[in-house]
């Protein structure tokens, strides 16, 4: 039986680097951590280390959460590096020295931005989630329960527990797998998904209290600043679910979130429910993603990066219209 592309980029290697993207979410979390733990468990003669940019603490109930690297080591030097979860080199952050200077690259992700940036690239464009397309390289046999918990959080996140159109029948029959090997899904769900801190609700609440419709009401827009942030005690990682609340607004199609990560630069994360491709909006502010769900890192007032894309947002509801 022939090997696959992660079996065959495994061969030889001792010393491996595992990479997500910056600001990681579940998925990369919930990814990079399902493969750190099945290499310790199934290649003992294999040294993984995994370095991501600051997770959530709310991930932490997962194994080897501990093991994570947030500070660069520049001198380190690896046989093989595997980005999990990453459309491309700029969003391997900081940590893309240890991409550069590794002997191999290989790439494994779903995002359809991907070009293909490593030597080897396993991209599957309609996988529900990163934490599916690494299912499909795995050994079912060998996933042991703790593995299974973090690929678990991965598809739960990426699917928004199953709810987006990229949930599939192959996703649900992975999903069910991954229960049998003991993963307490309920639990999983509540903790990392649902369950918030009293200062997360808060910024919740002021982003939702602050939040403008505009284009006839099909789409709607939130700006948190770092004063804001500052003021309730909150980090990057307190404004998950803040637009995926904005998306389903009754009557928004397309939902926008910036926050601001320095001066006059703001983090942007897109939302739509059905005809708006956001993944094209991204790109062509040098990000990217998906049609549903994509994001991008632009510079300017708040007003004029609102401005700026809705701009593009408009061509395609009008599009629409004209069809």
């Not at 990163?130 to 703790?146: F, N, P």
């Not at 609700?201 to 982003?207: D, E, R």
């Not at 790109?283 to 700026?308: E, K, L, S």
């Amino acid at each position: 039986m022939s090997k696959n592309i992660l079996e065959a980029s495994l061969e030889g290697a001792e010393h491996i680097v595992l990479l997500g993207h910056i600001h990681p979410d579940g998925d990369c979390i919930g990814t990079t951590l399902g493969l750190l733990n099945y290499l310790r468990e199934n290649y003992p003669q294999i040294e993984a280390e995994l370095f991501l940019d600051h997770p959530a603490a709310k991930f932490s109930y997962m194994n080897d959460f501990e093991k994570i690297h947030t500070e660069i080591v520049p001198e380190k030097q690896f046989d093989l590096c595997i980005t999990l979860d990453a459309s491309d080199k700029e969003r391997l952050g900081a940590y893309a020295v240890y991409f550069d200077s590794a002997a191999k690259t290989l790439c494994i992700d779903h995002h359809r931005t991907n070009t293909g940036f490593a030597e080897q690239n396993y991209i599957i464009p309609d996988a529900s989630s990163c934490s599916e397309v690494l299912y499909t390289l795995l050994d079912e046999a060998k996933i042991s329960r703790e593995a299974a918990e973090c690929l678990y959080t991965g598809i739960v996140h990426d699917t928004g527990v199953f709810k987006y159109n990229s949930t599939t029948r192959k996703t649900m029959e992975i999903a069910g797998a991954l229960m049998e090997k003991g993963v307490n899904a309920a639990k999983i769900i509540d903790d990392s998904f649902y369950r918030k801190t009293y200062a997360q609700n808060q910024i919740l609440g002021k982003a939702l209290l602050s939040s403008t419709r505009i284009l006839d009401g099909r789409c709607i827009f939130s700006v948190v600043s770092q004063k804001e942030m500052e003021f309730y005690g909150v980090d990057t990682n307190d404004l998950d679910g803040i637009i995926d609340q904005l998306r389903i607004t009754e009557g928004v199609e397309c939902a926008i979130f910036i926050y601001e990560k320095a001066f006059n630069e703001y983090k942007v994360s897109l939302r739509s429910n059905d005809y708006v491709d956001v993944s094209k909006v991204a790109a062509y502010f040098g990000g990217g993603g998906h049609i549903h769900a994509a994001g991008c890192t632009m510079q300017g007032h708040p007003r004029d990066v609102i401005n700026n894309l809705t701009g593009h947002i408009e061509k395609q509801m009008d599009a629409r219209r004209e069809e």
